[in-house]
């Protein structure tokens, strides 16, 4: 069992940056594959950005050269920068941990504002 715990969302203007974080329970941190995806309102659970344990990343074209995803091992986080929001971009942002089964965050909210 792994429990994760996202913080850092908020209310933003547009171009500007947010930097998400998500802490994850146990000491099992280094075998999971970590992804950070987001849902808007009436729409369907997308992903944005998965790093592997190994380190290898894949982002959503939507994202891409904006957002930036990394783990911390030795804290047990990974995290999503974001930069050059857009009110696109807003939505409830989740981490999922995947190892045998997933593993999902209660979620943060980001809102960028026009």
């Known amino acids: 069992q792994v429990q994760l715990v996202e913080s850092g969302g908020g209310l933003v203007q547009a171009g500007g940056s947010l930097r998400l974080s998500c802490a994850a329970s146990g000491s099992m941190f280094r075998i999971f594959d970590m992804g950070w995806y987001r849902q808007a309102p009436g729409k369907q659970r997308e992903l944005v950005a998965t790093?592997?344990?190994?380190?290898?990343?894949n982002y959503a074209d939507s994202v891409k050269g904006r957002f930036t995803i990394s783990r911390d091992s030795a804290k047990n986080t990974v995290y999503l920068q974001m930069n050059g929001l857009e009110p696109e971009d807003t939505a409830v942002y989740y981490c999922k941990a995947s190892f045998r089964r997933d593993y999902w965050g209660q979620g943060t909210q980001v809102t960028v504002s026009s």
């Open positions: 790093i592997t344990r190994g380190g290898s990343t």
